[in-house]
């Protein structure tokens, strides 16, 4: 498995991955009205980022035996919700930040309300990219999809872990507490997209089971090096606020188990995420070589 893997450029894969999905972002807003709601979506859908979540989502589609242009509106859409949620977490009532991706948060720029209500578009646009301008995938697959993406937009997914996490500020935190926290606000996620992707392309039980697997290990890496890099890397890296979780006194993995413990977990889970994917291994090797971009990504 090694040499397959070594034998993929992954580096032109991210590239060309990167540029599909930034184009069909750019696709997916128009010259629509109000303007200023249309500017506030864009400035933040538009800002760069890594598009982790839709690549994952073409990667898994693709793994399927799927066409990749069918899921891009899928692909889209999840961004939309990260995004969405990226924009909603950083208001002066939830995170309180004033950097991401590089920039000033979309409510420094644009106010509270109108942040909150791009936020609002950007969710409900979510749906429109999947319902109304998917085109080939059957409406089962899609409902499906829908299916996925309004349990991990709502309560049993982010919002749920959202609350958990405000409520946990300034409290002792245990580790099964923080897992709940990682897997609802972020590994939730991370596993829909991979699950949406695949419906898309017509994964069976077993795939898809396998992919449940995966994607729980790599949302839990996932986070768990975003809590380090929150320790070790600079706000210039990082286009978002460094040193956050201290501030604001929140439990983080390297808090309850040190730097060099949190690493070794967040290794254990990308191998133990991989290692679902064998008996795929010929064709998974986007999806391998994504796992381990999230332990060795530097922001
Ligand atoms: C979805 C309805 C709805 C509400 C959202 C605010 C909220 C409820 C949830 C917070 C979710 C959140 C901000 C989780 C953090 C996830 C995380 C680690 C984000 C950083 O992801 P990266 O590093 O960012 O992939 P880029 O900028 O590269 O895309």
Redesign the pocket.
């Known amino acids: 498995m090694q040499e397959a893997i070594a034998s993929f450029d992954f580096v032109e894969y991210l590239d060309r991955s990167r540029t599909l999905v930034e184009n069909a972002l750019d696709a997916s807003l128009g010259p629509e009205k109000p303007v200023k709601l249309r500017d506030s979506m864009r400035y933040s859908l538009l800002a760069?980022?890594?598009?982790?979540?839709p690549i994952l989502c073409l990667a898994a589609c693709e793994l399927a035996g799927g066409e990749v242009e069918k899921a891009l509106p899928t692909a889209v859409a999840l961004e939309m919700?990260?995004t969405?949620?990226?924009i909603?977490?950083d208001l002066p009532s939830?995170d309180n930040d004033d950097l991401r991706?590089g920039r000033p948060t979309n409510h420094k720029v644009y106010g509270d309300a109108v942040a909150i209500l791009a936020g609002d578009a950007l969710?409900t646009r979510a749906f429109e990219m999947v319902s109304l301008r998917t085109k080939g995938v059957s409406s089962e697959r899609l409902l499906k999809v829908v299916g996925e993406l309004s349990l991990v937009?709502?309560a049993p997914g982010?919002?749920g872990?959202?609350v958990v996490d405000l409520d946990c500020e300034g409290k002792e935190v245990d580790l099964e507490t923080l897992e709940y926290i990682h897997l609802h606000?972020?590994g939730a996620l991370l596993k829909a997209c991979v699950t949406c992707g695949a419906l898309i392309g017509g994964a069976d039980e077993r795939l898809l089971s396998a992919l449940s697997v995966y994607a729980r290990g790599i949302g839990l890496a996932?986070?768990i090096i975003?809590d380090i890099l929150d320790v070790t890397a600079s706000s210039e890296i990082l286009?978002k606020t460094a040193g956050k979780d201290l501030i604001a006194d929140k439990t983080t993995y390297p808090k309850l188990l040190g730097l060099d413990e949190s690493r070794r977990r967040a290794d254990d889970l990308v191998a133990e995420a991989k290692n679902a994917l064998e008996p795929w291994s010929k064709n998974s090797k986007p999806l391998l070589a994504l796992a381990d971009y999230i332990t060795s990504r530097d922001r």
């Open positions: 760069g980022g890594k598009r982790l979540r919700i990260h969405m949620s990226l909603h977490d939830m991706r969710l937009a709502g982010l919002v872990g959202q606000k972020t996932f986070q975003d286009g």
